[in-house]
């Protein structure tokens, strides 16, 4: 007979509590194939498996809800999940390893006093906060089909500063640029091939490409309107999104973060900023429950940038520094809970969506 494991037993070897196990079985996450003569918990050697599964994408930081689909999916067995978790692992395992290239190179530059350039520094940022950046940072949908209706019929299309490759339309042929070792890993396997390179100086031919889009990256541009003209020499077309310097429109810059206006002082005009590429500018509305986490995401739901795991994902908060960012937060956090910021901010409760400033160049 198939030996059964009690519920103490297995939270000793797991190292999880009893508690842990009881939650698993009530959520339907872990149901033990039997019970004791006197009905405890028993565990067979294949609820022992699928608890390993279940811990270990727990420690990859995977939801309760998204690990019941991923150990329930009947077409992986025991070995393509060992598979899959190696391949997660060896993936942190290197995100880890880029940041900590990236801190100590930061270290040694400033022991002996080098001042890096800003594109290092840049470079260096996202190497940094990188890989905080998926937890929050996706598609969203409407703004995508913005974008996507912006690039026409384009074919081949040169995505600049693509980060992990949000945005990037599946149904064109797609090159990514991208300087941040860090971002580039965390590329999916199946992404669009990216080459380590920044915008100033792209390495293609003149008009090598139908058109080249940007998606939240011109702000990070030594010299935005150098990146622009760049991106107008080797496509025919340019779809660039970006923002119009005005601290004023956002509650959270506006009543707890005057720091950000600081970031704006070089900050080009529109009309500078259509003007490299020669084109357009249009308002790019940010959906209430918008689904990709930059920093102004969050306008009608402000509990979210208490949230750490929010703040990492969008560099504003980095670049302005940790005093700033707790003095935010902590006066953001008495005004909720005093009821001060909803009276503020009645406007806001009653829009769908909001002009905040996004705009959507296009040449
Ligand atoms: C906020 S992320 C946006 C990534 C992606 N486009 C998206 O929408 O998710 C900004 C990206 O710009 C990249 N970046 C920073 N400096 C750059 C430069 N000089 N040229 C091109 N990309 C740059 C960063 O490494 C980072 O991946």
């Known amino acids: 007979m198939e030996e059964h494991l009690s519920v103490g037993r297995v939270a000793e070897l797991a190292g999880v509590t009893v508690r842990t196990l009881h939650h698993y079985d009530e959520i339907g996450l872990l149901r033990p194939t039997a019970r004791s003569g006197a009905g405890h918990r028993a565990y067979a050697a294949v609820d022992v498996e699928r608890l390993r599964e279940v811990l270990a994408y727990r420690r990859l930081g995977f939801g309760l809800r998204e690990i019941a689909d991923l150990v329930d999916d009947p077409a992986t067995d025991a070995v393509a999940h060992l598979r899959r978790l190696r391949g997660l692992l060896a993936d942190q395992r290197d995100r880890a390893a880029a940041m900590v290239t990236a801190i100590d190179r930061e270290l040694d530059a400033r022991a002996r006093g080098i001042r890096t350039t800003p594109e290092e520094q840049l470079r260096m940022l996202y190497d940094t906060i990188g890989s ?67 915008a100033g100086s792209l390495p293609f031919e003149n008009q090598s490409f139908d058109a080249a889009m940007a998606v939240s990256t011109v702000h990070h541009w030594p010299d935005p309107l150098a990146g622009l003209r760049e991106m107008r020499r080797v496509a025919r077309r340019v779809v660039v999104l970006t923002h119009e310097a005005d601290a004023s429109r956002f509650w959270l810059t506006r ?4 720091e950000f206006a600081q970031l704006l002082v070089n900050w080009p005009s529109l009309a500078d900023l259509t003007g490299a590429i020669g084109g357009r500018a249009e308002p790019v509305l940010i959906p209430w429950d918008c689904a990709d986490g930059f920093f102004e995401a969050y306008w009608r739901r402000p509990e979210a940038y208490l949230d750490t795991s929010v703040r990492r994902a969008a560099s504003v908060w980095t670049i302005v520094g940790p005093e700033a960012e707790q003095r935010a937060v902590d006066a953001l956090r008495e005004d909720l809970a005093s009821g001060r910021w909803a009276e503020r901010n009645r406007d806001v409760a009653a829009l769908d969506a909001a002009e905040l400033g996004l705009r959507l160049l296009v040449a």
Do not use: K
């Open 132 to 198: 905080a950046y998926p937890a929050t940072r996706r598609t969203e949908p409407r703004i995508a089909a913005q974008i996507w209706a912006a690039l026409g019929d384009a074919r081949t299309v040169l995505n600049v500063g693509a980060g992990t490759g949000s945005y990037e339309p599946l149904d064109r042929d797609v090159t990514a640029v991208e300087p941040s070792a860090v971002m580039r890993a965390q590329r999916p396997p199946d992404a669009a091939p990216c080459v380590a390179a920044a």
């Open 255 to 258: 009543d707890y973060l005057p």
